[in-house]
Every structure is written in C-alpha cells, then in structure tokens.
C-alpha cells in the first residue's frame, strides 16, 4: 500500500511539473509571437507609409493598412496629435490568452510615425487565428499530461512509450528502466518506489533545466530580431522606430518630468554623393557622420545617436539646457569643416536644436526641431541653428527658417546663380542613342554652394519650385547656344511638380518652340514616382515633349510597382534604372535576372534602357553584359562644368 501512495504521489508531481512547464512554455511562446509579429507589421507599415502617395487621404489609407496588414485597431493622427481617422478593435482574444493578457499585455499598441507625410500611426495587430491555434496545441499537451498521470498502472508502460518521442532519450531510458523493474514484481514495494523517485525526480530536473535552455534560445532569438529591426544597418545606430519607442517610454509618457536638448542633423550632401559618385560613397560619408556625432557626443552623458532615414540624425542630451547645448553646435560645426577640408565637398551638415520635456508630444518636438533646421541649412556650410522656447511662442519667429529660405531662393532667381555641370552616359554599343545629363548648383551672393536637395525641397515647399525649373532651363538653353554645342544631346531634370502645372507647361512649349533646333536635341528627365502621381497630366506632359521634337526619360526605375502598360500608354524614349539596381550587381544574380528583363521588354517597345550608379569596372561589364543601351555613374565619368 505505502508503494502504490508513493507511485501515486509520483503521479501526482510528474503531473504538476508537466503541467507547470507546459504552461510557462505556452505562456513564454505566446509572448514571443506576439513579439515578433508586431515587430515585423511595425517594420512593413512603416515601409509601406513611406512609399504611399501624400495625397492619400487618411480614410483610404485606414483602408489599406487594415486589409493589408490584418490590424485590429487603428488610429491615424496627424503630427499635432489630431485624429484623422480611426477603426475600433474587432475582436477579442481567445479565452486563455485573454487571461494571460490582463496579467501580462500580449498585444501592445504599436507607433509608426512619418514626418513627410504629417502622420503618426497607433494600431495593434489580429493575432485570434495564431493564438486559437496554440491555445489547441496547449489544451491537447494537458490532455496528454493528465491522461499519462491518471491511468491505471499497468498502461503506464504503453504511455510512456508513446510519449517518449516528447520527453527525449534520456528521459525515456530512465522511465523504461523504472517499468522494467515493476514487471519482474507483481507487487511494487517500497524498495523500488525509493527507486522510482530516484530515478525519475534528476531527469525531470533535466528536462526542466534543458526546457528552460530552449526557452532561453527563443527569448534571446526575439531579443536579436528586434535588435535587427531597431538598427540601422550602415551605422549600426538604432533607427527611426528606436527613437520613437525610447522618446515615448523614457521621456513623453513618464511620471517624473524629464528635459534635455534635441539635436537633428542632416547630412546635407547625400544624394549629390549618391548620384555622381556611389552609393558605397554614400555609405561611406554616413557612416563618418555617423562617427563626428558619436564623438561629439560622447563627452555628455547619457547621450544617444539614432539615424531616422536615409540623410537624417537624431541626438539626444538628456539634462542639458539648451543655452549650453549651443556648445554641442560650435562642436559639430568644427568637426563638420575639418571633415571637409579632407573631402571633395561643398558641405558635410547642418544641424537644428531644440528643447525637449516630458509634456512636449514628439509630433510637436519633430515640427519644431527641423523648423530650427531649415534655419541652419540657409545660414552657411555646416550651421546650426538653436531654436529657443521665447522663439517658438511667436508665430513670426518660429516661421523664421521659411522666410529665411525664401530669402534665398528669390536671390538665387533674381540673380540667375546656378551653376551647369555635366555628366556623360556612355553607349555601351554602336546603335545606342545616349546623351550627357545636365546638373543643377545653386550659389549664395557669397559664391557658396547651397545643398541642393535642400535647396529643391524648400523651393518645393515655397512654392518656387517652377521658377527654378525655369531658371534651370533657361540657363541650359543659353549655354548650349553661347557654347556652340547645339550638336549634342543633353538631359535636364524636371520636377514632377512642375512637369504637372499646366502654366508650366505652356511656358515650356512656347521656349522650346524658340529654338527648335536645340529643342531636338534635349531630353527631359521626370522620376517615375512623379509620373505615377498624376498619370494624365504626365501623359499630357509627355505628348508636348514630343511635339517638339525632345525626348523623355524616366528615371529612378524600378523602385515603384508601375506595370508596362503604364510606359506603353505614355511612350518615353529611355527608361533609367535605379543606382540600387547597379550596387553590387555581379554578385546580386536576382537584379541581374531583373534587369536582363526589363531590358528584354523595353526593348519590345522601342525604349531605350540606361544604367546609374556605375561605379566599378566589374559593374560596367555586367551593364554591357545585359544588353543595357548606356551607363552613367562616378566611374564612368566624374562631373565636369560643361
């Protein structure tokens, strides 16, 4: 009898250890689902924001997002925390799993925030379908448990055997052992009970120990994704989504008031380096960026370095008043220009500083800090600029980095400074029809180079956008003709903006129309995300090139999801593939696979097909290899005046 309590006891603790694993397991694999899941839809919806039109309204984006991504709630604010839309939660959680969630969340509201857009995302994701399905697996191991625990004693040896494949050799051994024992007995005595629980209770042990080595695996498996997905890969700084969850969980949403200096630094020179010289180039100046800002600051404590996007750093101070954070300026700006002297560059950064306190929402601190930039950029190579609080209470004031840009570009136009260089597309056969591309530099009164993608995007913003493309126009014309170079073919760049307005447009004609001859022999270049944005205006921009006697290019191809019909319907002479498509492509056989496609089907339509980003003699070969009709990029042909 005292055998039989013993064994029963033994039951009874195999039962509750079982049981206990089981569900820490269950619990711990929930947790670690519901981990990755919102991390990789965080990842995706931030993507898919950055790529989405900006006209798209907030109803239909709601839309999208919810049937794409599968999300359960959402709410779309815009950066001063107004909600534009919202679509409630649906469902609810499992029963079990909505007991595991009042005690530990295991669905948190995620944050996706895009300042280009004006837009902060909050949603959650549906996990019902995953979590039902491990809520079965779960009530299926707890059946076993107890049907394993309670059976008579002479099934135990069946069930053990059964189970063996689950528990592991070891276990196995020591269990058949255990009833190997009991078979030569009819009856279990207390000798053999002691036995028993000697034997099993260390295998158990190890099960335990071996279960929670797992455990440990999958924990510090999440813990590396979301690593991966928190860091930007070319700095191995943390990223945008870093940035938001340490601003919300450490500074915005926390009891004790925190305050410190927000510091944004763009690099002003990224995309003139990524299209004359390289991405690798490019790679290679943000991470010396990268570099200055982490010596920087590291003489504060505390401090922390995020990359947002591809030209844009953050730098958080905690503790520091902004008076002395002018001091980190005077530092960046030193380190800025001396990094200059040993670079072919016309700047390197600027960088907008603010406050920031735990009642300062981030939509807020984010609008004042790059209007605190846009100050900088049109003050002198590598500025910075402090916005203060007093400056911000007064509309006027805090508009200041506008109207100072809007200062400059109305120089820029009335004194006609910009400055012509050309680079040259070389055929990569005999039949190819290539030309050399025209590019754009805009000069202070003070003879300094401004940052040109700056320069474009404030002008964009000012409204003068189409003026400059007049100017640029303008200028290309009288060059071509004071230099006698009518026998060329040249390229000019025109913002989608402005190909789009139909003022433009008639002005455009009418100039072209002026010298016909030269006309003939331009080619205007619009980005294939412009055309997308308005196919009938792009159509009625391109029917107009052509009744000219000029050509079209579209370039940046390949990096939107325009089918061919599209290019078929509005008939462009070249099609130039993005410079992300050329990086490394005699080891990338996917983009090889893609371009010898591309090319394949441009050709059927009688288009034209360019490679940029050239930049080695491995990646000509390939181009020509491919049948690309040209190439142009740093190896190739370095800029020159023209």
């Not at 200055?292 to 504060?300: D, I, P, Q, R, S």
Request: charged share 20%; net charge negative.
């Amino acid at each position: 009898m005292a055998g039989t309590t013993r064994f029963f006891l033994l039951q009874i603790f195999f039962f509750i250890s079982s049981f206990t694993i089981g569900t820490y397991l269950f619990v711990s694999n929930l947790q670690s689902l519901a981990s990755l899941q919102q991390l990789q839809t965080q990842k995706a919806v931030d993507y898919h924001l950055k790529n989405t039109s900006l006209n798209v309204d907030a109803e239909t984006l709601s839309t999208q997002l919810i049937i794409t991504f599968n999300l359960n709630r959402l709410i779309i604010k815009d950066l001063d925390g107004n909600i534009l839309d919202s679509e409630p939660g649906r469902t609810s959680l499992p029963a079990l799993a909505d007991l595991i969630h009042n005690s530990t969340p295991l669905i948190r509201p995620q944050y996706v925030v895009n300042n280009d857009s004006n837009l902060k995302l909050e949603f959650t994701i549906n996990l019902t379908n995953e979590i039902e399905y491990a809520q079965t697996q779960f009530f299926v191991f707890v059946f076993f448990i107890i049907t394993l625990s309670f059976v008579p004693f002479i099934s135990v040896k069946t069930i053990i055997k059964r189970a063996q494949e689950s528990i592991g050799n070891n276990m196995s051994l020591l269990v058949d052992s255990f009833i190997e024992k009991n078979d030569k007995n009819s009856q279990l005595d207390t000798s053999i009970a002691k036995q028993s629980v000697s034997a099993i209770f260390p295998s158990i042990v190890r099960l335990n120990t071996y279960l929670k080595r797992k455990q440990q695996e999958i924990e510090n498996s999440a813990l590396s994704i979301k690593q991966q997905a928190f860091k930007d890969s070319v700095t191995e700084l943390g990223n945008r989504n870093l940035f938001v969850e340490y601003y919300e969980q450490n500074i915005e949403n926390t009891e004790v008031n925190q305050f410190g200096t927000l510091a944004m630094v763009r690099c002003s020179e990224l995309q003139l380096i990524n299209q004359t010289r390289g991405f690798h180039h490019g790679d290679e100046y943000i991470k010396e960026v990268a570099q200055l800002l982490l010596k920087a600051a590291g003489t504060y404590a505390g401090a922390t370095c995020y990359r947002l996007n591809s030209s844009d750093f953050a730098v958080l101070l905690p503790n520091i008043p902004i008076k002395e954070s002018e001091r980190f300026g005077q530092d960046l700006q030193a380190k800025f220009t001396e990094y200059q002297r040993g670079v072919e560059l016309s700047s390197v950064a600027n960088t907008g500083i603010v406050s920031y306190s735990s009642t300062k929402p981030l939509g807020e601190l984010l609008s004042q800090v790059d209007t605190a930039l846009s100050l900088a950029q049109s003050k002198q190579v590598n500025a910075w600029h402090v916005q203060k609080e007093s400056d911000l209470m007064d509309n006027v004031s805090a508009n200041f980095g506008n109207q100072n840009w809007r200062t400059v570009i109305d120089d820029v136009l009335n004194n006609s400074r910009v400055q012509l260089l050309i680079q040259t597309i070389m055929p990569t056969n005999r039949s190819a029809r290539v030309y050399s591309e025209i590019l754009a530099r805009f000069k202070t009164a003070e003879d300094q180079i401004l940052p040109t993608a700056s320069f474009l995007a404030m002008a964009e913003k000012l409204d003068q956008i189409f003026h400059v493309d007049k100017m640029i126009v303008e200028a290309a014309l009288n060059s071509i003709k004071t230099l006698n170079l009518a026998g060329q073919f040249f390229g000019i760049n025109i913002t989608a903006r402005s190909a789009h307005d139909e003022q433009f447009l008639i002005w455009l004609e009418r100039r072209l129309l002026k010298d016909s001859n030269i006309s003939s022999k331009l080619i205007f270049e619009i980005s294939e995300f412009g055309l997308q944005q308005n196919v009938k205006a792009s159509k009625r921009f391109i029917d107009m090139i052509h009744r000219v006697g000029a050509r079209i290019t579209v370039e940046r191809f390949g990096v939107g999801l325009t089918s061919f019909k599209f290019f078929r319907d509005l008939k462009p002479d070249f099609i130039k593939m993005d410079a992300s498509y050329t990086r490394g492509l005699e080891e990338d056989k996917n983009n090889q696979y893609f371009m010898r496609l591309i090319v394949d089907l441009a050709h059927r339509i009688g288009v034209t097909v360019l490679a940029e980003g050239v930049e080695s003699q491995e990646e000509k070969h390939i181009v020509e290899q491919l049948c690309l009709d040209g190439a142009q990029g740093y190896y190739i042909e370095k800029p020159r005046e023209i």
